[in-house]
């Protein structure tokens, strides 16, 4: 009975089973980008961009349209091998219809789409492409890191564990939705057969709020999209080499860097080594912040000279 559960579910765990390798796409997404941006930033070529008989817009495009084939063409290959193999085998598709096929598709090419395009749009404000990258890169992450930290802090202030406990479960769901890295992954769920006294377990995949996680992306990919185009037509190609192309940005990475390292220095300090004293978590948080911004500033005017 055990194999015929397992023969229901084979093709679903083999198909969304959340490898590496996902990770492994999203890194080479981040470094289609830098690539992308490498002409534009080098200061030995941004008269030449400049002076060429193209619209700044339509070289944009070009670029983001570049990016986006580059990541869907491997996935459409991927499904069409998929796809074969499924019809090739489909007496053993025993209740997996074709639309798993469909549904690990969309997610993951949407998925890499819109970190894509979210990097592209910092690059477009940014005149560093690797350091545009990884800023971009941390951003993505950031609120969720930002979050789990907010967590000791709930543990330390409410001493009722059953309350505490409630908060922090709310708080893991938000920071597992909003962080973009992991909106592909699945969820396992376990189908159970019940002989007897013996029951026995299967776990398969599913994706939850799946629609809206597909309205989601293609929403991050339209914003990012007009603000990629937006940002680059007001690039000003003498500042390349500078790590901030708009001032409203500067302000955002001085003081999401100050609250980002502030949070970080008071987990790891306030709470790992002085025993959650609430003193030393504030002091902490006080000093990683302060140090957060002078060092982003400092980085700021160092790349503006």
């Keep these: 009975m055990n194999y015929n559960l397992y023969k229901k579910y084979w093709f679903n765990n083999s198909l969304n089973e959340f490898e590496p390798w996902i ?11 830098i690539i992308l941006f490498q002409s ?34 491997p996935f459409i290959i991927t499904f069409v091998v998929i796809s074969v193999f499924y019809f090739i085998n489909l007496k053993w598709m025993i209740e997996q219809p074709f639309s798993l096929i469909l549904n690990w598709l969309f997610i993951n090419i949407f998925t890499c789409i819109a970190i894509f395009s979210f ?25 969720s890191g930002c979050l789990s930290i907010i967590n000791e802090f709930i543990i330390t202030h409410i001493q009722n564990p ?3 406990s409630l908060i922090i479960k709310e708080i893991n769901t938000i920071s597992q939705n909003i962080l973009l890295y992991t909106s592909s992954k699945p969820t396992f769920k376990f189908d159970e057969l019940v002989i007897g006294d013996n029951h026995i377990q299967q776990h398969y995949y599913i994706y939850y709020n799946y629609g809206l996680k597909i309205v989601v992306l293609l929403f991050l990919i339209g914003i990012t999209y007009l603000l990629s185009i937006y940002c680059y037509n007001k690039n000003q190609f003498e ?5 901030v192309l708009f001032k409203p940005f500067e302000y955002i990475l001085k003081f999401g860097v100050a609250i980002c390292l502030g949070l970080l220095c008071s987990a790891v300090l306030g709470v790992g080594y002085s025993d959650g004293s609430l003193l030393a978590m504030y002091s902490f ?11 982003t500033n400092k980085a700021i005017n160092y790349f503006a000279k």
């Design 239 to 243: 500042m390349n080499g500078y790590l």
């Design 285 to 295: 948080l006080l000093i990683g912040s302060i140090l957060g911004y002078l060092v």
């Design 119 to 143: 990097i592209f749009f910092i690059e477009t404000i940014m005149g560093q492409n690797i350091s545009a990258a990884i800023v971009g890169s941390l951003i993505l992450t950031a609120p």
């Design 40 to 73: 534009e930033r080098n200061g030995s070529t941004y008269s030449l961009i400049a002076s060429m008989p193209f619209k700044r817009s339509e070289v944009i495009k070009t670029k983001w349209l570049t990016g986006m084939l580059a990541i869907t063409l």
């Design 23 to 33: 990770f492994g796409v999203i890194i080479l997404t981040i470094v289609l980008a």
């Design 162 to 164: 059953l309350t505490y």
